[in-house]
């Protein structure tokens, strides 16, 4: 259970698609400038993402990866189809996007009009294609991690995009300097906003072997050295030595 939270909040706030590795700017600027259409599509970015991540898990994990056609049998395991990754992974994410374009120009014509030809080019979406090829990368171990993690990349775009169309909305109405207005503001509060994504890192990176490891460190540095203590016989013994020079040096001086 840990593991899906710590993945969950990981996703949307640390490895933001738009924050962290600025996958999908392209959507990302271009409908951001009303609330209404970026949450439309910043839904259907969720959705995509929930549904193809792990359709794309089942295909690497039973298809794609070095012997994983050996279901098929002991034959096949020496089998690898790595090299169809990008066409598989491209055709599902291809295939939901057209059912998403389907039921939006159904049920709401007016969004489908708004988002015009940024909805069909959620199958190019880079933080789409992004999501999967991290799932590969990362070698996320179960189907339920996999959803996760499609699911909450979705959402970090989704909040990302939300808050700058809300920005966007509201700077409508200050006063910003000439040379940067439009897409020159948008980028700095873009940057602005990924130093305080940024900052959630904290929040998962602390504790853990290499924090004890660090305080073991420092407490070998802080330690005085123990000085062994000097045995009594060996202190006599010196002792002795010098008080028979010292009486060899009076007869001589006698």
Known sequence: ?????????????IDNMVFAVFLGMCSYLAVSKKVATAVGLGAAVIFVLAVTVPMNWLLDKYLLQDGALVWLGPEYADYNLSFLSFILFIATIATMVQLVEIVVEKFSPSLYNSLGIFLPLIAVNCAILGGSLFMQAREIETFGLAFNYGVSSGIGWFLAILAIAAI???????????????LGITFIITGLMGIGFQSFGGMLTGGGDDAEE????????????????IEEEVVVDKNEEID?????YNDVNK
């Open 244 to 248: 028979e020079k010292v009486i060899s």
């Open 1 to 13: 259970m840990l593991e899906h939270v710590e993945l969950f909040f990981k996703s949307i706030f």
């Open 168 to 182: 966007r909305e509201k700077i409508r109405y200050s006063n910003v300097p000439a040379p940067l207005r439009g």
């Open 214 to 229: 660090a305080t073991e460190q420092v407490n070998q540095v802080t330690q005085p050295e123990v000085v062994a203590p």
